[in-house]
């Protein structure tokens, strides 16, 4: 008797849901935001106002001719996450990453060759810079320099070869460079890094009483001068330190800013720099003094790479496919991929 009244109650449940109409909710919308790729995004490098090349986990390099507009996927000879790409002009260029992995290309990405075999390194290499088409270098984990004189074709392995992650390195010319990393480094050469001499930024150092465990030094992830002797360098819990000496004297700026930051570039009066979080702080006196700009960017994703062709024409690039663009030196941005953020001020293109 239970087993009929089981049975007659299905049948009743089936007739009457099965008789409803199925609400009209109409076509799917597709998302209020637009995604070149999901890839995280590491790095960007915009020799000119058209051309800007973007590196990411996977091995993945994306390339737009004309500002944004349309995007390739270039085919890498490799498989390992890309932290760093460096365009000297649209034509050649190098990038770094994963179990010492070196790329470049003579022919703006239609063809890439693996240059890894040459320093004979399983290392994660964390950035790349070339001062001339010929004199580049290379760093890394565990105190890694690499140097090249001949494009790449060959390297030289440089450094004090410590217990430490140099996450940046930054030359004006094939003589004068700086390497800024983990527990507050700074490295500075002025003879092609024959030769790397330790320097210092004392505001960095905690003040403690004797009883107390001093914490270490805070990473640094990006360094940047505009002459032999102005230069910055930025990192974690939004420090930015500054130098007019070339680096004797390293002085602590005030930040507006308590997130990391991973990026930090002067052009002429302009300065940016962009980290965790979406955070943004620009510089209007030459990066003499900085303003945080909350609402600027369509993103709270964290943002590893920024690059700038000019004053007015860079790029941001960060998690999740983040890529988000200025044309006006910063003052709106306008998101190309990412998931946006409604109340900001940038556009959606």
Partial sequence: ????FLTYLAAVCVFVYGCRQTPDFGPPQPPPFKLITTEDLLSVSSPDINNVWITGLNAIILHSGNAGFDWEFQKAPVTKDLYSIYFIDTKKGWAVGKHGTV????????????????????????DVYFATHKNGWVVGVYGTIFCTDDAGKTWKQQGLDEDRIYNSVFFL????GWIVGEYGTILRTEDGGKEWKKQ?????????????YAPPLPSLYDVYFTSKTRG???????????????????????????????????????????????????????GGSWNAREKALPTKFWLRGLDFADIKNGWLVGSKGTIIHTTNGGTTWKMLSGITLPDSNAKID
């Fill in 1 to 4: 008797m239970q087993h009929s």
């Fill in 103 to 126: 790329i470049t290309t003579n022919d703006g990405g239609k063809t890439w060759l693996d240059l890894s075999k040459h320093t004979e390194s399983d290392k994660k290499l964390m």
């Fill in 173 to 176: 010319d094939r003589h004068r």
């Fill in 200 to 212: 210092d930024c004392k505001d960095l150092v905690p003040i403690v009483d004797m009883e107390e």
């Fill in 232 to 286: 910055w360098a930025v990192g974690l819990d939004g420090v930015i330190i500054f130098t007019q000496d070339g680096g004797e004297n390293w002085k602590k700026m005030a930040s507006p800013i308590d997130l990391t930051l991973f990026q930090v570039k002067i052009i002429e009066s302009q300065g940016w720099a962009a980290g965790l979080r979406g955070n943004y702080m620009v510089s209007s006196d030459a």
